[in-house]
């Protein structure tokens, strides 16, 4: 059987863009389903049209609807990168569906920057907060970034100049391939362009001499704030490394505190998603805080208490339990994690080592005991100051 859902990747010029095969394809539908944008493109083919629906999601029932007709779909470049594609190609069987890619914006502004597409970050803030790009910050960075609008830009480089990377060039590339293709240079500490609503941003990240550049996990705790009961950092540093930050997985933070540890998560790893439970409100509110400066936006923050709270959220790949720990919040959350999740637990006080210990005698695992000691300052010499020592237990659900 032939495939009747065609997704079709379109240039700014429209179907000159096309192969033959591709347009002949398109020519042929009986519905085109697309943007304004895509509709005015084509306007000269006779089909049924429909526009994108809202909610966005809502597209795979309105393709289910269509079976049985001859249906194309039009996006722009690739639709299997940060399009429509992987959306498609999740609830239809490979048989149904027939992609059609064009050159990506992320190809095309490449091509006309001279940048080695290997060397760049490729990333999208359409539809998503400008901050997510935060983390993919560091010298010398190139970044290719798709947008959400005009007013991009300008958003981007405040971002830049207010993390240290004011003098990073900035470059708007707009109709890429079409017929009103444009150019606009500047730094991010002078941005100034009124530019179109349909561009490429691409970026040369260049960090200001007297200013630290950080690092996307081991940040310092100077980064976040709080009011002193945080996850310190070389503790936070080994918590990661048990944890398994890994793209597109879920954390569940409990007791999350500023959120130091979901942060740390959602920056390691492309599309790594964070539910955060805090019962204190003052806490919540410097984890939101610290979640947008620090360039993970989307972490979700819940009130509540634990085992409680734990009720109804999507089941973990990873588990913290920096705070609220007990054998009932265990069970719980023990019950929710996927299989080869990660669940690590630290404790400071005697009645939280006894609960660890516990576990460890029950479900095994790892047992560890920390303790770090920093050079300060005694007198006019130097000695070593002890913070307390941690327990920590970590255990890999099979």
């Given amino acids: 059987m032939s495939a009747w859902l065609h997704i079709i990747g379109m240039g700014d010029n429209g179907l000159d863009s096309l192969t033959p095969a591709t347009r002949a394809v398109l020519q042929a539908a009986d519905v085109i389903v697309g943007g304004a944008r895509h509709h005015a493109l084509t306007a000269e083919l006779c089909a049924e049209r429909i526009n994108w629906p ?5 597209l795979t029932k309105t393709l289910q609807n269509l079976q049985g007709k001859q249906v194309a779909v039009l996006a722009t470049g690739d639709p299997l990168w940060y399009s429509v594609g992987p959306m498609v190609a999740k609830h239809f069987a490979t048989s149904d569906v027939l992609f059609h890619p064009q050159v990506s914006a992320f190809q095309l502004a ?7 597409l290997s060397g760049v970050e490729t990333l999208t803030v359409h539809g998503r907060p400008a901050e997510t790009v935060v983390p993919f910050l560091a010298p010398d960075q190139k970044l290719i970034l798709l947008t959400n609008g005009a007013e991009t830009p300008a958003q981007i480089a405040a971002l ?4 240290g990377y ?3 060039r900035m470059t708007v590339l707009a109709h890429m391939g079409g017929m009103n293709e444009a150019r606009f240079d500047g730094t991010a500490v002078t941005w100034g362009h009124e530019v179109p609503d349909f561009h490429s941003l691409a970026i040369d990240c260049v960090l200001d001499a007297d200013v630290a550049p950080l690092p996307r996990v081991g940040l310092p705790d100077e980064a976040f704030v709080s009011d002193g ?26 007791g999350c505190g500023s959120g130091s540890v979901a942060i740390e998560w959602m920056r390691a790893a492309k599309d790594a998603r964070a539910i955060g439970i805090e019962r204190r409100a003052d806490r919540r509110a410097m984890a939101l805080e610290n979640a947008i400066t620090l360039g993970a936006p ?30 009932d919040s265990f069970a719980v959350a023990w019950s929710a994690l996927k299989p080869h ?3 690590v637990a630290n404790a400071v006080t005697l009645e939280g080592e006894a609960v660890l210990f516990d576990l460890f005698q029950t479900h095994g695992g790892d047992l560890t005991r ?24 970590s255990i890999v659900k099979l």
């Avoid at 809202?54 to 809502?58: D, G, I, K, V």
């Avoid at 490449?110 to 080695?116: E, K």
């Fill in 54 to 58: 809202s909610p966005f999601s809502a």
């Fill in 160 to 163: 830049l100049t207010a993390g």
């Fill in 341 to 343: 999740g990660r669940l």
């Fill in 298 to 327: 989307n972490l979700r923050i819940v009130d509540g208490e634990v085992p409680e709270a734990l009720g109804g959220l999507d089941a973990p790949d990873a588990i913290f339990i920096g705070g609220g720990l007990s054998q």
């Fill in 229 to 254: 009961t945080m996850t310190k950092r070389d503790i936070r540093t080994v918590t990661l490394a048990k944890l398994m930050p890994m793209r597109g997985a879920l954390l569940w933070d409990i």
């Fill in 166 to 168: 004011g003098r990073s």
């Fill in 370 to 393: 920390m303790a770090i000691s920093r050079a300060e300052p005694v007198g006019r010499l130097t000695g070593w100051r002890a913070a307390m020592p941690l327990t920590q237990w």
């Fill in 110 to 116: 490449a091509a006309r920057m001279g940048w080695s």
